[in-house]
T-cell receptor
Framework: AQSVSQHNHHVILSEAASLELGCNYS??????LFWYVQYPGQHLQLLLK??????LVKGIKGFEAEFIKSKFSFNLRKPSVQWSDTAEYFC?????????????FGTGTRLTVIP | NAGVTQTPKFQVLKTGQSMTLQCAQD?????MYWYRQDPGMGLRLIYY???????DKGEVPNGYNVSRLNKREFSLRLESAAPSQTSVYFC????????????FGDGTRLSIL
C-alpha cells in the first residue's frame, strides 16, 4: 500500500547533538515533499518543502532536508539541536498520481531535546 | 490576525447525533482543508476545497459532508456520528492549490460515545 513512513517514533537528544529524522514514501510518479512541525501547544506549521530543483532544501530555524529519489527518502536534518526544537515532526507527500491536493502524512516523530 | 479559527475546541456527542464543525480563515486564502488526526495514523485528508464553491473528497470522506459557504468559511458536518469518528479534527488553509496547507487551526477534539 502507498504510505509515508517515519520509522522513529520518539527521538531524545541532548542540546548541540545532530539530528536526522527519517522519512520514506512509496508513492510513484512526481512527488512534492514536505516537513511540518508542531511545537507543544501550537499549530502545525510548514517547516520546509521540496517541489523540484536542488534536492537539498533549506527551511526555517536551521533545518534542511534532502530528497533522494532513488531511495524514496526525504530525511530532515539539523546540525545542532536546541531545547526549543522539542516538537513533533511530520513528513508529508503529494503525488500527481493521487491528486496534488491530497497530502499524505506520516505518523510523526516526537523529538525531545534535553538541555 | 487570527489565522485559522475552529469552533468548538472540544465536543462530546452520542452515537447518532449530528453536528457541524466550523472553520474560518482571515487570510483571503483560496484553498481550505479538513483533516483528522488519530493516534498512530498521522493526519488524513477528509475533504478539501480548492476555491469558493468547489469541494472534493480526500482520503477518508465517508460519514462527512462539507460546505464552502464563502471564501472565508469551510464547515464539516457529521450527519450521524459514530464512535469511529472520535478524533482530533484540523482545518487548514493555503493561498493556492498544490496540496500543501500553510496554516492550521488549533483543532477540535471530538469524542463520540
Amino acid at each position: 500500500a502507498q504510505s509515508v513512513s517515519q520509522h522513529n517514533h520518539h527521538v531524545i537528544l541532548s542540546e548541540a547533538a545532530s539530528l536526522e529524522l527519517g522519512c520514506n514514501y512509496s508513492y510513484g510518479g512526481t512527488v512534492n515533499l514536505f516537513w511540518y512541525v508542531q511545537y507543544p501547544g501550537q499549530h502545525l506549521q510548514l517547516l520546509l518543502k521540496y517541489f523540484s530543483g536542488d534536492p537539498l532544501v533549506k527551511g526555517i530555524k536551521g533545518f534542511e532536508a534532502e530528497f533522494i529519489k532513488s531511495k524514496f527518502s526525504f530525511n530532515l536534518r539539523k546540525p545542532s539541536v536546541q531545547w526549543s526544537d522539542t516538537a513533533e515532526y511530520f513528513c508529508a507527500v503529494t503525488s500527481l498520481l493521487t491528486g496534488a491536493n491530497n497530502l499524505f502524512f506520516g505518523t510523526g516523530t516526537r523529538l525531545t531535546v534535553i538541555p | 490576525n487570527a489565522g485559522v479559527t475552529q469552533t468548538p475546541k472540544f465536543q462530546v456527542l452520542k452515537t447518532g447525533q449530528s453536528m457541524t464543525l466550523q472553520c474560518a480563515q482571515d487570510m483571503n486564502h483560496n484553498s481550505m482543508y479538513w483533516y483528522r488526526q488519530d493516534p498512530g495514523m498521522g493526519l488524513r485528508l477528509i475533504y478539501y476545497s480548492a476555491s469558493e464553491g468547489t469541494t472534493d473528497k480526500g482520503e477518508v470522506p465517508n460519514g462527512y459532508n462539507v460546505s464552502r459557504l464563502n471564501k472565508r468559511e469551510f464547515s464539516l458536518r457529521l450527519e450521524s456520528a459514530a464512535p469511529s469518528q472520535t478524533s482530533v479534527y484540523f482545518c487548514a488553509s493555503s493561498a493556492g492549490g498544490g496540496g500543501q496547507p500553510q496554516h492550521f487551526g488549533d483543532g477540535t477534539r471530538l469524542s463520540i460515545l
